[in-house]
């Protein structure tokens, strides 16, 4: 679970993905504004402040699903770039013991 929160202009911005269901949720004031499944490397929100002022959230994993970025955009200006760091491989780890523990469920019971 990957989350970000930032002050732009006053409007509070928040954004959570999971890496397992693969949902984004952009929230501008509580209000949600975008939502979206997605499991490629690098997604995209568009979202307007209640000022009228266009908005853009980008988000950016490397290859190693190691590191996440976010960069807020308003009038097309990069105001910030947040980084996020995981624990991605403790995640594979706990993934691929839940899909042996449900393979071997699956086996005993045939």
């Not at 568009?46 to 959230?57: A, R």
């Amino acid at each position: 679970m990957v989350r970000f929160s930032y002050d732009v202009a006053h409007h509070k911005v928040e954004f959570c993905a999971s890496d397992w269901t693969g949902l984004e949720h952009l929230t501008v004031n509580g209000k949600t504004v975008s939502r979206k499944f997605n499991f490629a490397p690098q997604s995209e929100h568009e979202f307007e402040l209640t000022n009228g002022d266009n908005c853009k959230l980008q988000l950016l994993t490397d290859a190693n699903g190691e590191q996440t970025i976010c960069r807020i955009y308003r009038r097309n200006e990069l105001i910030t770039s947040l980084k996020h760091l995981s624990n991605h491989h403790l995640h594979l780890g706990l993934q691929m013991a839940i899909i042996t523990c449900v393979s071997c469920l699956v086996l005993f019971t045939l």
